[in-house]
């Protein structure tokens, strides 16, 4: 396959996936958040309050609200990344006013009802993050932050923002209900978004210490118990200057809680330390493309 024939192809596949994405966010945005009158995030959260007081268009605010943002940060964004994330703000206007209202509204319970929106915000805005575009909001605002205050946090950034919006619908509409639901949906769209992009990488880490000439041992239960490799180290204890082994391994949650249960009893003398890991590469694990580049 020709250079130009694989550049095409990556650009339909782009496409494809801000379709997707886009029509998760469309029919959970108009479809169920807006029946359940919840107090969303975002840019969206912002076309949301509009559309209920005054029954604007909420793609049509939403795109309004993206562009000045966008030419903004174009300086930062870069070309490529600022086309592919109008495109996608274009592709969500369109199918959040045209496509949305021809789909049945649905009137949930309002748990059930931000359950689904939480997990479809998720899987949508993952979907697009992996192909690098974008749908603005939020993203352009923490870009435009970072720039002028680098120090700052990217999660307070993108918290503060969150909280404004969520909160500006509470009070307008003197819903606290709608408050908690929005901090929820918040909450389910991040983790499901880390759990789509990191999660076939992430797991833990243990590092194991004891003493010297003990580490193959360790090493061989890891092994037997899950098949798992495992890295020793020299060490060597602060108070008393003692020689130790190191054992280092990764895996999945349940296998490094399979190692702990384990040498809990068969070393109860060593010292375990368990850590999160957010992303694993290399024999045994699989490599995630994020971006449409390997991380």
Same mark, same amino acid.
């Given at each position: 396959?020709?250079?130009?024939?694989? +550049?095409?192809?990556?650009?339909?596949?782009?496409?494809?996936?801000?379709?997707?994405?886009?029509?998760?966010?469309?029919?959970?945005?108009?479809?169920?958040?807006?029946?359940?009158?919840?107090?969303?995030?975002?840019?969206?959260?912002?076309?949301?309050?509009?559309?209920?007081?005054?029954?604007?268009?909420?793609?049509?605010?939403?795109?309004?609200?993206?562009?000045?943002? /966008?030419?903004?940060?174009?300086?930062?964004?870069?070309?490529?990344?600022?086309?592919?994330?109008?495109?996608?703000?274009?592709?969500?206007?369109?199918?959040? &006013?045209?496509?949305?209202?021809?789909?049945?509204?649905?009137?949930? &319970?309002?748990?059930?009802?931000?359950?689904?929106?939480?997990?479809?915000?998720?899987?949508?805005?993952?979907?697009?993050?992996?192909?690098?575009?974008?749908?603005?909001?939020? &993203?352009?605002?923490?870009?435009?932050?970072?720039?002028?205050?680098?120090?700052?946090?990217?999660?307070?950034?993108?918290?503060?923002? %969150?909280?404004?919006?969520?909160?500006?619908?509470?009070?307008?509409?003197?819903?606290?209900?709608?408050?908690?639901?929005?901090?929820?949906?918040?909450?389910?769209?991040?983790?499901?978004?880390?759990?789509?992009?990191?999660?076939?990488?992430?797991?833990?880490?243990?590092?194991?210490?004891?003493?010297?000439?003990?580490?193959?041992?360790?090493?061989?239960?890891?092994?037997?118990?899950?098949?798992?490799?495992?890295?020793?180290?020299?060490?060597?204890? /602060?108070?008393?200057?003692? %020689?130790?082994?190191?054992?280092?391994?990764?895996?999945?949650?349940? %296998?490094?809680?399979?190692?702990?249960? +384990?040498?809990?009893?068969?070393?109860?003398?060593?010292?375990?330390?368990?850590?999160?890991?957010?992303?694993?590469?290399?024999?045994?694990?699989?490599?995630?493309?994020?971006?449409?580049?390997?991380?």
């Amino acid at each position: 396959m020709t250079m130009k024939n694989e +550049h095409l192809k990556s650009i339909l596949i782009d496409i494809l996936c801000e379709v997707a994405g886009c029509m998760l966010i469309a029919f959970a945005t108009y479809n169920v958040a807006a029946p359940a009158a919840f107090a969303i995030s975002g840019f969206s959260g912002i076309a949301l309050i509009l559309y209920r007081l005054f029954g604007f268009s909420m793609g049509l605010t939403n795109f309004v609200l993206n562009i000045p943002f /966008a030419l903004i940060c174009w300086k930062l964004l870069g070309f490529r990344f600022l086309a592919k994330s109008i495109r996608c703000i274009v592709i969500q206007t369109v199918l959040l &006013d045209v496509v949305a209202p021809l789909l049945p509204v649905l009137q949930l &319970d309002r748990m059930i009802a931000a359950l689904i929106v939480g997990v479809f915000y998720g899987v949508a805005f993952a979907i697009i993050y992996m192909r690098g575009s974008s749908t603005g909001g939020i &993203d352009f605002i923490i870009m435009l932050a970072k720039h002028y205050r680098p120090y700052v946090k990217t999660g307070v950034i993108s918290f503060l923002t %969150e909280l404004v919006t969520i909160a500006a619908a509470g009070i307008v509409f003197k819903d606290i209900e709608a408050v908690v639901y929005g901090i929820l949906i918040v909450f389910l769209s991040t983790t499901t978004i880390d759990r789509i992009i990191l999660g076939m990488n992430s797991g833990a880490v243990a590092w194991i210490v004891t003493e010297k000439g003990n580490g193959p041992n360790i090493a061989r239960q890891i092994d037997e118990l899950t098949s798992r490799g495992a890295t020793i180290l020299p060490g060597r204890g /602060a108070y008393h200057n003692e %020689e130790k082994d190191v054992v280092l391994v990764t895996g999945s949650y349940r %296998e490094i809680y399979s190692i702990r249960r +384990h040498l809990k009893v068969s070393e109860p003398k060593a010292f375990t330390i368990i850590l999160d890991s957010k992303e694993v590469q290399g024999e045994g694990f699989e490599i995630r493309k994020v971006a449409g580049e390997t991380e």
